[in-house]
Each structure stands twice: as structure tokens, then as C-alpha cells.
T-cell receptor, first 114, second 113 residues
Framework: NAGVTQTPKFRILKIGQSMTLQCTQD?????MYWYRQDPGMGLKLIYY???????DKGEVPNGYNVSRSTTEDFPLRLELAAPSQTSVYFC?????????????FGSGTRLTVV | GEDVEQSLFLSVREGDSSVINCTYT??????LYWYKQEPGAGLQLLTY?????DMKQDQRLTVLLNKKDKHLSLRIADTQTGDSAIYFC?????????????FGTGTLLAVQP
């Protein structure tokens, strides 16, 4: 049971490049989330999904896209990277977020846009 | 919308108690959480409390909830150097929708030996 796995761990992008941050979980969780963490700003919700085929915007969705074709995978796509997207990105999943289970987080992807 | 606020930094000496505070704006009945983030790692669920409780104790951890003041606190007894980390409180976003959590800014706890 690996939990939530994110790849890559680190990445440097040039302005205007695109990339996909991968996230997969093996716990059969329906709920999955993408957050970004900036120093002193806490975590901001980018997108979330309540099940395969269903996604919705969070607080800061601009510049990002997601898809959820399977229960296990929830990739985050950056189409035209900008310096403002330099951040640490966390994927999380949950079985029953309204019942006190909380979220299981991946170890994060540190992205730098130069 | 929901807002969750924390102080940014707390320094304590090893063996002392630490108290990390959090205020929130949403008043819906649901769970409130405390997470711990060690350097270079993701967030790990520490404990949670349901909003109909005033207190929850779990070994060295005590969570206090004051619903009237919308104030949540985490007390760590006998703080150890291994407790040095960033601590986040989290609550539901958008009027109690429990499938989305909003996180505070995090409190960096520094434990001095």
C-alpha cells in the first residue's frame, strides 16, 4: 500500500513550457485534491474531484487543468508555465472527508518556473 | 467564504508545553483538523475534533474547541525536538461542504533543546 504517489519530486520549467504533475493513489479513494503551498500562505486548493469523470475548481484554478479518467489517477496540467506558478504542489486523497478521515497527502512536487 | 488564521511562529524549550492557536470563520457543524508537516514532506493528519465536542485528548495532544469564539487550539505536552514542524489547522470550505478543506497559513514550531 503506497498511499499517494506524486511524480516528479522536483522540476524546473522555462516560462511558457507545459508539464503534467502526476498523482496516483492505491487506496480506492473517490475524493482527490490538488493544493499548492507558498511560503507563509498555507495551502490553496487548485482543483478537486469527487470521483472518476468529475472535477471541479477550487480557490486558485487559473493556469491549471485536471482530468480524472480513473479512480487512481488525478494529473494536474500546466499549459503555459509562469513564474507565479513556482510553488510546491501537493496531491491528496480521501475516502470519506466528512467523517473525520481527513486527507492522505503525497510528498509533493517542487516546481520552479524561470 | 471560509477563512482560517494561525500565528506564523512559536518557539518553546524541550519539555515545555506548546499551544498552537487557530481561528476560523465557518460555523457549520463538521470536523476540524490538525496536520503536521515535517521538512520536505507532505502533510500528516495528527488529530481531529468534531464540532459538537469541546475537547479531545490523544496521548500528548489535546485539542480545545471554543465554538462561540470560533477558536481551535492544539496543545502538545512535554514537547520534544521531534515535534519541530509546521502545524496546520484545517476546516471545511464553502459553508460546511466537508469534501473540501481549507488550511490555515501554518505555524512553525521550533523546539529548543
Amino acid at each position: 500500500n503506497a498511499g499517494v504517489t506524486q511524480t516528479p519530486k522536483f522540476r524546473i520549467l522555462k516560462i511558457g513550457q507545459s508539464m503534467t504533475l502526476q498523482c496516483t493513489q492505491d487506496m480506492n479513494h473517490n475524493y482527490m485534491y490538488w493544493y499548492r503551498q507558498d511560503p507563509g500562505m498555507g495551502l490553496k486548493l487548485i482543483y478537486y474531484s469527487v470521483g472518476a469523470g468529475i472535477t471541479d475548481k477550487g480557490e486558485v484554478p487559473n493556469g491549471y487543468n485536471v482530468s480524472r479518467s480513473t479512480t487512481e489517477d488525478f494529473p494536474l496540467r500546466l499549459e503555459l508555465a509562469a513564474p507565479s506558478q513556482t510553488s510546491v504542489y501537493f496531491c491528496a486523497s480521501s475516502y470519506s472527508p466528512g467523517q473525520g478521515d481527513g486527507y492522505t497527502f503525497g510528498s509533493g512536487t517542487r516546481l520552479t518556473v524561470v | 467564504g471560509e477563512d482560517v488564521e494561525q500565528s506564523l511562529f512559536l518557539s518553546v524549550r524541550e519539555g515545555d508545553s506548546s499551544v498552537i492557536n487557530c481561528t476560523y470563520t465557518d460555523s457549520s457543524s463538521t470536523y476540524l483538523y490538525w496536520y503536521k508537516q515535517e521538512p520536505g514532506a507532505g502533510l500528516q493528519l495528527l488529530t481531529y475534533i468534531f464540532s459538537n465536542m469541546d475537547m479531545k485528548q490523544d496521548q500528548r495532544l489535546t485539542v480545545l474547541l471554543n465554538k462561540k469564539d470560533k477558536h481551535l487550539s492544539l496543545r502538545i505536552a512535554d514537547t520534544q525536538t521531534g515535534d519541530s514542524a509546521i502545524y496546520f489547522c484545517a476546516g471545511p470550505l464553502y459553508g460546511g461542504a466537508t469534501n473540501k478543506l481549507i488550511f490555515g497559513t501554518g505555524t512553525l514550531l521550533a523546539v529548543q533543546p
